[in-house]
C-alpha cells in the first residue's frame, strides 16, 4: 500500500505561524518535529511506500523532513500551482500501476490512537481491494460547525453533509450515524480513474495531458497544463456521486488542527488550563485557559482567561479562545494591505540553508545568509541593488563576474549592480554571511537567475 501524503495546503487559518514558504504541516508546533514528520513517522508502519504531494516551492521541505524521518526513496508529484485534492488524487494515480492500493492522508492533522488508526486502515484496504473507494469516518465528540459530515448506514455511506449550524450538528450527534469526514481515504488506483471518467471527465482528461512526457520519481506539470485541470475537491468529484462509496467509522483521537483552539486543546495543559508552546514560557499571574505560542520574546499574562496569544519575529496575533476561525478574516485583510506578511516569516527557509532579514529600510535592507555545507545559491543578478558581504562564520567560495576568491570569517566581497555572482560554501562547516544590500528595490523577484540547482526551489 502506497501512503500518499497531501501537503499543499498553505494553512492560513494559523497565520502568523503558518506561511506559504512554510505551512503549518512543516512547522514544529509540538516539540522538535513537524506535523508532517509525524505523519510520516505513523504511516511508515502501515504503508510500503510513499508518494508526496506539495506544492513545488516547498517541496525541498519534505525532502529534508522525509531524511530525518529514514526515508530516502519516495515519490514527489510537484504541483506548480494548487488545483484541489481531486486532481492531486488523479495525477498521482495515472502515474503509478493500475492495481496499486493508496492510503491517502492529509499531512497536518493529529492521531493519538495509532493502533485504533491501523484497525480502521486495515479494514479499509480490504474494502478497497474489493475495488470500493473508502474513506474514513471519525466519531464526533461534539456538535462541530467547521467539519463536513458523512451519513452512514454501518459502512454504506448514505449522504455527505456540508459544515451544519449548531443546530443540525446537535441533531447529527443524537441520529448517532453522523461521522465528521476525516479526509482520508483508501482506494485502488484503477477504480478511482474509472469514477473520475464517470464523473469527473474534465478532471482526468486534463490530468493525462499534463503528464504526458513526464516520468521518474519527481513529477512536475507545467504551470499551463495544470492550470487546465479544473480546481475541485474529491468529495464534489467522485465521492459525492458514485455508488461505490464506503465508509469506515473509527475513534482515534483526531483533530484536523485547523484552528488555534484546535491546538489549544491538543496541547499540554497547566494546572491553569494554560498551555505553552515554544522555547520560551511566559510568565502567569491569575490567568488560565490560555494559549501562547513564542520563541522570540518573554510573554507575561496577569488577569487574562481564554486568550491567544500568538507571537513571532513580525507579527503578533491576539484572539479571545473560541473564535480563532476569524483569523481568516485577518488573512483576506492582509492579502489586500501587505501580501508579503503571508508569504515569509523573518526567516526563510532554501534548499541551500535559509537567509534572516535583519534590518528593511527604504535604502538598504540587512540579511544574514546560512549556507549548509556542500551547497550553494544559484548564479544570479540584479537589477536593482548593489551587495556587499562579509563572512561571519565558515569558508566561502565567491563567484564575482570572472573572478572566484576564497573568503574566511572575516572576509568581504562587494557585488556591483548587474555583476553576475554566487555564494558556495565550500568548508565542512555552516556558512553565514551578513549581507547588506543597497539599492532603491530590495525585493526576492529582484534575482535574475543565470544558472540554478534547484529550479525554482
Known amino acids: 500500500m502506497t501512503n500518499l501524503i497531501l501537503c499543499g495546503g498553505a494553512g492560513t ?35 510500503h511506500d510513499f508518494f508526496i504531494a506539495s506544492s513545488l516551492d516547498t517541496a525541498f521541505i519534505a525532502e529534508q523532513q522525509l531524511e530525518v524521518e529514514g526515508v530516502t526513496t519516495c515519490r514527489f508529484l510537484l504541483e506548480p500551482t494548487g488545483r484541489n485534492t481531486a486532481p492531486a488524487l488523479t495525477l498521482a494515480a495515472l502515474a503509478s500501476d493500475p492495481d496499486t492500493i493508496f492510503l491517502v492522508t492529509p499531512s497536518d492533522h493529529v492521531i493519538n490512537d495509532e493502533e485504533a488508526l491501523a484497525r480502521a486502515v486495515q479494514r479499509a484496504e480490504e474494502l478497497a481491494r474489493q475495488d470500493y473507494l473508502v474513506t474514513f469516518g471519525i466519531h464526533p465528540e461534539y456538535p462541530e460547525t467547521g467539519f463536513g459530515y458523512i451519513e452512514a448506514s454501518g459502512e454504506e455511506v448514505l449522504s455527505f453533509r456540508e459544515k451544519p449550524d449548531r443546530e443540525t450538528a446537535e441533531g447529527y450527534l443524537r441520529a448517532g450515524n453522523y461521522f465528521w469526514n476525516s479526509g482520508m481515504f483508501c482506494y485502488r488506483g484503477r477504480v478511482l480513474l474509472e469514477e473520475m471518467e464517470k464523473h469527473a471527465p474534465k478532471v482526468l482528461e486534463h490530468s493525462r495531458l499534463a503528464l504526458q512526457g513526464l516520468s521518474g520519481n519527481k513529477i512536475t ?6 492550470e487546465r485541470i479544473p480546481s475541485i475537491s474529491i468529495d ?35 494546572p491553569l488550563g494554560n498551555v505553552f508552546l515554544g522555547s520560551r514560557a511566559p510568565e502567569t499571574f491569575s490567568s488560565s485557559n490560555n494559549l501562547v505560542i513564542s520563541a522570540e520574546r518573554d510573554i507575561a499574562l496577569v488577569d487574562v482567561d481564554n486568550l491567544l496569544v500568538v507571537d513571532t519575529a513580525d507579527a503578533l496575533l491576539l484572539c479571545s479562545r473560541g473564535n480563532s476561525q476569524k483569523v481568516r478574516e485577518v488573512v483576506q485583510s492582509y492579502r489586500q494591505k501587505n501580501p508579503a506578511l503571508l508569504e515569509n ?39 536593482h541593488r548593489e551587495e556587499h558581504w562579509t563572512v561571519v562564520e565558515g569558508k566561502a567560495k565567491v563567484t564575482i563576474g570572472q573572478n572566484v576568491i576564497e573568503l574566511s570569517r572575516g572576509g568581504r566581497a562587494f557585488i556591483p549592480r548587474g555583476e553576475v555572482h554566487r555564494l558556495e560554501n565550500i568548508g565542512p562547516d555552516l556558512l553565514s554571511i551578513v549581507e547588506v544590500q543597497i539599492g532603491d528595490y530590495f525585493g526576492e523577484d529582484d534575482i535574475i537567475r543565470i544558472e540554478d540547482d534547484y529550479s525554482r526551489r
Open 13 to 47: 487559518r494559523l497565520w502568523p505561524i503558518s506561511r506559504s514558504s512554510v505551512p503549518k504541516q512543516y512547522f514544529q508546533l509540538f516539540g522538535k518535529d513537524s506535523l508532517f514528520q509525524r505523519t510520516v513517522r505513523r504511516n511508515k508502519k502501515l504503508c
Open 221 to 226: 506539470p507545467s504551470m499551463e497544463n495544470m
Open 236 to 270: 464534489y468529484a467522485v465521492m459525492e456521486k458514485s455508488h461505490l462509496i464506503r465508509v469506515v467509522p473509527v475513534s482515534m483521537g483526531w483533530s484536523d488542527l485547523g484552528s488555534f483552539d484546535g491546538i489549544w486543546e491538543q496541547g499540554k495543559q497547566d
Open 345 to 383: 516569516h523573518v526567516t526563510v527557509p532554501r534548499p541551500w540553508g535559509q537567509f534572516t532579514v535583519l534590518l528593511d529600510t527604504a535604502s538598504f535592507k540587512v540579511k544574514r545568509i546560512d549556507v549548509i555545507p556542500g551547497r550553494r545559491l544559484s548564479l544570479q543578478k540584479h537589477r
